[in-house]
């Protein structure tokens, strides 16, 4: 079992910034790849980004790209999420999670995550 949880949401402007953290626990957290995703009430959970257990590798969504900036820290347990440039559609309830198996072909999916936090609300004001 891995727990997860997520801290570091909450109100900004549009265009400022917030950094999201997730802290895990249980078993190794290297072996796993992380990810973040978000949803919005009425709308699926969508991918946000993505990296491997290593860090060398990351992924992002379209509407991310350039803004947001995922890395980890394994000695810590902890992946991150900056997010910069906010705007008023990122606001959501932002989850991590971790996926033992995570292939080029499931990164995206929320299907090949196995693990995943209560959430934290994020909500960027016009």
């Known amino acids: 079992q891995v727990q997860l949880a997520e801290f570091g949401g909450g109100l900004v402007q549009a265009g400022g910034s917030l950094r999201l953290s997730c802290a895990a626990s249980?078993?190794?957290?290297?072996?796993?790849?992380m990810g973040w995703f978000r949803q919005v009430p009425g709308k699926e959970r969508e991918f946000v980004a993505a990296?491997?257990?290593?860090?060398?590798?990351?992924y992002y969504a379209d509407s991310v790209k350039g803004r947001f900036t995922i890395s980890r820290d394994n000695a810590k347990n902890t992946v991150y999420l900056q997010m910069n440039s906010l705007k008023p559609e990122d606001t959501a309830v932002y989850y991590c999670?971790?996926?033992?198996?995570?292939?080029?072909?499931?990164?995206?999916?929320?299907?090949?995550?196995?693990?995943w936090g209560q959430g934290t609300q994020v909500t960027v004001s016009s």
């Open positions: 999670a971790a996926g033992s198996s995570i292939t080029i072909a499931t990164v995206t999916s929320q299907r090949g995550y196995d693990y």
């Open positions: 249980g078993r190794t957290f290297s072996n796993y790849a």
């Open positions: 990296i491997s257990w290593s860090g060398s590798n990351t």
